[in-house]
């Protein structure tokens, strides 16, 4: 079944498959995120809750009990603000000068699994479970994934919960609608007195 799998996957199997056989697999389960339309950060705080294992009631910091994460359709990830243009990756190479920068539009085209990577292990705490952790996050920028044999099962995202506006906001809101519609409604009736004008001179 493992190998009808990995046949029937277009990407790069060497890749999605490395570092497994370092993984204790007995007992996890196998979640999948849909990006698809989801903002970055809300998708990667989930995803960095349940690699850690913080979603179980037998969570305990030092142990790396933690579910296995598939993530698709990272291409298909959102943001919020202007941050596709404004947010940048920076690295150093170690030559002098050489401080390389990439914005997060750049990295989307050249390789969109690396922004849901990074977002996420920014959010785990830097100790030696990191590693492990890292690990266990498999992420494609398609729809397609090689596990099809495993016990897949489908993460749903909890509900987005708006806050409620402010009410000085409210209330900035609420003139600047009645201010609109009087502005309209005098100058429908602008229009409708020129048109009263004109009446009379044409009949005449």
Known sequence: MASQAA??????????????????LEGLRWRVFDAKGQVLGRL????????QGKDKP????????GDMCIVLNAKDVCVTGRKLTDKFYRWHTGYVGHLKERSLKDQMV???????RKAVLRMLPRNKLRDDRDRKL???????????DRPIE??????????????RARRA??????????????GN??????????TPEVSA
């Open 138 to 148: 498999r992420i494609f920028a398609g729809g397609e994934h090689p596990f099809g």
């Open 44 to 51: 990667a705080s989930q995803i960095a809750t349940v690699v």
């Open 110 to 116: 050249k390789d969109p699994t690396e922004v849901i």
């Open 7 to 24: 046949t029937s996957f277009n990407g790069n199997i060497k890749k999605a498959l490395a570092g497994l056989r370092r993984i204790n």
């Open 58 to 65: 037998t969570y305990t910091p030092n142990r790396d009990d």
């Open 154 to 167: 489908p993460y749903v995202m909890p509900p987005r919960t708006v806050r409620e506006m402010r009410p």
């Open 173 to 186: 809101l609420i003139r600047a609608q009645k201010k609109a519609e009087q502005q309209q409604q005098s």
């Open 189 to 198: 009736e602008t229009r409708k007195g020129k048109r009263k004008e004109i």
